[in-house]
């Protein structure tokens, strides 16, 4: 299996359980990516797209998959928080409160889905 196979069908069994099956996620690999994953999120056309960099292909190259599906929850966690957040003036603090909600969420939504499994 390919990394990007990987990705869709954990993204894709991840969107069931967490209910967020109607977006149309997509991923696309960038060389230089700051953060693990990064997500570009449209709410009016139920579209979204992740950007991983080389820090997955890493993972992915030594066999780490727990750690790409823990970070791959929370990008997608993204998708419920943003709705709250998305076109909000993002201050730091906001900011940084989005992301501990979006963290804590995705740890609760990712024990579901290992125990799914
Ligand atoms: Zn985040």
């Not at 950007?51 to 030594?62: A, E, F, H, N, P």
């Not at 997608?76 to 928080?81: A, C, F, G, K, Q």
């Amino acid at each position: 299996m390919t990394l990007q196979n990987f990705l869709l069908h954990h993204a894709q069994r991840m969107q069931y359980c967490f209910v967020i099956e109607h977006f149309q996620v997509s991923f696309l690999e960038v060389r230089r990516l700051g953060a693990i994953f990064d997500i570009l999120v449209d709410y009016e056309y139920l579209d979204a797209v992740i950007r991983y960099g080389s820090q997955v292909r890493k993972l992915w190259d030594k066999g780490d998959k727990e750690e790409i599906l823990g970070a791959l929850a929370h990008e997608l966690t993204h998708i419920l928080t943003g709705n709250i957040t998305d076109g909000l003036a993002q201050t730091v603090k906001l900011r940084k409160r989005d992301e501990q909600t979006t963290e804590h969420i995705s740890r609760l939504l990712y024990r579901l889905y290992k125990e799914k499994k």
